[in-house]
């Protein structure tokens, strides 16, 4: 398999507050990579860090052999490579949903307005939103407003997509339908990263899971062996306290 | 559908009868108390006479409504001109950029300058100083420089308001814009400014109708617009009453200005929202 993403020695600090050491790891074109770990343990700054919101302070990134954490590189054709979805959906609330999908194929791929449009309501159809195209942000459910967020990425047609805890802020009978996108986007043979606090999805829907903690990667591979035999003592501790806490 | 015999729909019913009735008796309470006391006033008769004077009214008023004709081109072209102007104003202030530095320094000093300073002011110092250095026709009309001084005082009011909207989009707006691959000025372009605008209409309005009526102080500087018209009427007969004129002349045009602004706020918030909270 292809190496699609390659993180190596990414190191990440805020002040003297250190997010990220010296982070490696490979992502395989079409795999699913899932980060799992405490709050604050760095899963988000390193989405954020692979889709260049945030500067890196020391190692590399590559997207296809190719660094993109030059300093100085522009970043808007790297992110249109590699789509990115919010916890909190971060949809535009002054636009319908339709022009918050066809905002960037038009205006950075200069797409015509129509042809986006049309591609719009296809990815609208394939996630049953069609009906809510003229809608508006907040006249939608969270799990809608969040699947919208998915085709928002989609509609640039992304090579990797990011997903930061895109169920974190739903409700519990919402998360299904989200995860179900989810799971449909790996059939696809998209390649995913995401952050999460679902186990349970983790688990059954990932190919490699990292354990994160404190910036460090402490736990690294299929889930079959991180969820069962973690080899580092605080995954054991961080994985036995989800377990007491069913949430897996 | 809620049937208008509902438990509901028959509460809500005595509701608003019971506010219409509380409304409409304090309201008459308030009018027949002017109407009854001030007559009462030992010299109410002199005011009205000097203020409330009905020839005068007549007589005056074609010729202040001419002059306001003046009043209304100067804010028709000073108003477009001040939000292109505090629009560029706000954005230098919000860059990100470190380059940028001297620019938003620039621009702090220049609100800083220009709001420190009454209106006035700047008025007479614009208005007399820079025709004075001599320029030629028609580059020495007060009526020009008095526009220019309004123009840049009222841009950094108005550039104050729009950094405010601006820095009330938050940040993830920002990060998802970014993310979208959308460039620093495609995000404001499309998405950072257009929210900015829509949050900020009620405060952005508040200094038009301001402006609007100061508009009459570059009358100071020796253009006859309204205010001045009634200052001319007023000495003709030492009656008061053109000045009231004056005042209904900016009450129809400020009245309506913010009326239609509140229709239009309300009719986008109820396109973009859902349910509201009561």
């Known amino acids: 398999m292809t190496t699609k993403i390659s993180l190596h020695a990414v190191s990440k600090t805020y002040g003297a507050h250190i997010v990220l050491h010296g982070i490696t790891l490979d992502i395989a074109e079409g795999s699913v990579v899932t980060l799992i770990g405490p709050s604050g343990s760095g899963k988000s700054t390193l989405l954020r860090c692979i889709n260049l919101l945030e ?10 052999g190719e660094d993109i954490s030059v300093p100085g590189l522009d970043a808007n054709p790297v992110r249109r490579r590699i789509g990115m979805v919010f916890q909190n959906f971060n949809l535009f609330p002054h636009m319908s949903v339709i022009e918050n999908i066809i905002l960037s194929p038009t205006r950075t791929l200069g797409v015509p307005k129509a042809e986006a449009r049309l591609k719009a309501m296809e990815l609208l159809e394939r996630f049953a939103l069609a009906d809510k195209a003229d809608s508006y942000p907040d006249q939608l459910s969270g799990g809608q407003q969040q699947r919208v967020a998915i085709v928002r990425a ?6 990797v997509l990011l997903l930061d805890e895109i169920t974190s802020s739903l409700d519990p009978e919402l998360v299904g339908e989200v ?24 688990r059954d829907t990932s190919d490699v899971v990292c354990v994160l903690d404190s910036g460090h990667i402490i736990e690294q591979g299929p889930p079959s062996q991180v969820f069962t035999a973690p080899k580092s003592e605080r995954a054991q501790q961080f994985l036995q306290s989800i377990i007491n806490s069913g949430r897996l | 559908m809620v049937t208008t015999t509902s ?40 005011v009205r006479q000097s203020f409330f004077n009905g020839e005068r009214f007549r007589d005056s008023f074609p010729r202040l409504l ?8 100067i ?10 102007l505090a629009m560029m104003i706000a954005m230098a202030r919000n860059s990100r950029s470190p380059a940028l530095f001297p620019v938003r320094a620039l621009t702090i000093a220049y609100t800083d300058i220009m709001r420190g300073v009454p209106i006035i002011l700047w008025i007479y110092l614009i208005g007399f100083g820079v025709p004075g250095l001599g320029l030629d026709r028609p580059w020495n009309s007060p009526l020009l420089w008095g526009s220019v001084a309004l123009v840049l005082t009222y841009a950094s009011y108005v550039a104050e308001v729009f950094r405010a909207g601006i820095e009330s989009v938050h940040e993830s ?48 500087i020796g253009p006859i617009e309204i205010l001045r018209q009634a200052g001319i009427e007023k000495a ?3 009656n008061f009453t053109p000045y009231i004129g004056a005042a209904v002349i900016f009450l129809s045009i400020t009245i309506p200005l913010t009326r239609t602004t509140d229709y239009m706020m309300e009719r986008e918030r109820r396109r973009t929202t859902g349910t509201r909270v009561r």
Do not use: C
Not at chain 1, 55 to 64: A, H, K, S
Not at chain 2, 20 to 44: D, G, N
Not at chain 2, 187 to 196: E, G, N, S
């Open chain 1, 55 to 64: 500067p890196i302070d020391d190692g590399e990134i590559y997207l296809d």
């Open chain 1, 154 to 159: 989609l509609a640039i047609e992304p090579e």
């Open chain 1, 179 to 202: 995860l179900d996108v989810v799971r449909e986007l790996k059939a696809s043979g998209m390649t995913l990263i995401l952050a999460t606090h679902e186990m349970g999805f983790a």
């Open chain 2, 7 to 46: 438990r509901r729909a028959v509460y809500e019913q005595k509701r608003k009868r019971r506010s219409i009735a509380v409304a409409t008796v304090s309201s008459l309470i308030v009018v027949t108390a002017i109407v009854l006391l001030v007559p009462r006033m030992p010299r109410w008769d002199r």
């Open chain 2, 66 to 73: 001419d002059a306001f004709i003046l009043d209304v081109k």
């Open chain 2, 75 to 84: 804010f028709a072209w000073s108003a477009p001109l001040i939000l292109i």
């Open chain 2, 173 to 220: 707006q920002r990060a998802a814009a970014r993310s979208l691959g959308l460039s620093n000025w495609q995000t404001m372009r499309f998405v950072v400014i257009p929210q900015a605008v829509r949050r900020v209409v009620p405060p952005l309005m508040n200094d038009l109708v301001s402006l609007q009526k100061d508009v009459a102080l570059v009358s100071l």
């Open chain 2, 236 to 238: 003709k007969f030492a």
